[in-house]
């Protein structure tokens, strides 16, 4: 291999985020089998995983001038052969990885390999190689509310500010039409009172609709106290979010902002 330049600060860190992820990273033992095999020290074992990498592969790049040894990792870490029965992990670290490579003018191919690529100078640039989750919920033909937060550099972060950012969306959405400066269930229960409403999902004149407002009403409280608020207070080596769930939480929310594109303000 070509002696490779350097990478920037900013784009090694990027890749250590995902390649140390907390949820569907390496594990610790794999990294350290992986550093071993490209011969590159690694002294920070007791590290986050992230910072563990990012130690090692920035020592390496002071010692010996080149980016080497980050593009050597990669595509041992990505080889298909480790993901035969786990190839949504194979296909999560690759998009990952796409994002974080891009600025730096490379990508990791089908095969697994970090292949040149034209640079990328935008976000937008590093969206189009990024785009599953998106891809995935389009083809669900989900609302366009939902779309805006899943944009590169929150798929980064395995989603998990995906779903807090979009389920915040649809109170900020409540606020904005009510008028309200509430959150959580005191703003849904006056929004969606059936005794004097602000905002009405259908006519509320049976037994029937009265009990799909208050229905709505209560599931919009679950999403906040369920989804939420564990996302919104707890740390994310905390609070995991797969994919599968990711995709979940986002149909409803989707579903959400369809009510509510129906919805009647009094």
């Known amino acids: 291999m070509a002696n490779l330049l350097c990478f920037e600060p900013a784009q090694l860190e990027a890749v250590c985020k995902v390649l140390g992820d907390t949820t569907n990273g390496l594990k610790g033992d794999e990294i350290g089998r992986i550093l071993a095999e490209i011969n590159v020290s690694d002294p920070d074992v007791g590290y986050t995983k992230w910072k563990r990498l990012y130690n090692a592969f920035a020592h390496a790049q002071n010692k010996h001038q080149v980016g080497n040894h980050l593009v050597q990792f990669v595509n041992k870490a990505m080889n298909p052969a480790r993901y035969t029965a ?41 969206r189009a190689r990024a785009g599953r989750l998106r891809s995935v919920l389009e083809s669900r033909r989900t609302h366009v509310e939902v779309l805006k937060y899943c944009e590169a550099e929150l798929l980064q972060e395995n989603y998990f500010h995906a779903v807090l950012e979009a389920v915040k969306g649809v109170a900020e959405r409540i606020r904005q039409s009510s008028g309200l400066g509430s959150d959580g269930a005191e703003l849904i229960n006056q929004v969606f009172s ?17 009990s799909e ?12 106290g369920a989804i939420r608020n564990p996302t919104a207070h707890a740390p994310k080596t905390l609070w ?10 986002l149909a409803l929310v989707s579903y959400i902002h369809r009510k509510l594109d129906s919805s009647t303000k009094i």
């Open 86 to 126: 786990t190839p949504d992990q194979f296909n999560w670290r690759r998009d990952g990885l796409n994002v974080a490579l891009a600025f730096a003018g490379y990508a990791v191919n089908e095969s697994g390999q970090v292949v040149h690529a034209t640079p990328a100078t935008t976000l937008q640039d590093a």
């Open 194 to 210: 059936t005794k004097a409403p602000l905002i009405a999902i259908n006519a509320l004149k049976s037994e029937t609709e009265l």
């Open 213 to 224: 407002q208050k229905g709505f009403a209560s599931m919009l409280v679950g999403l906040f």
């Open 240 to 249: 995991a979010m797969p994919e599968d769930d990711a995709v979940d939480i």
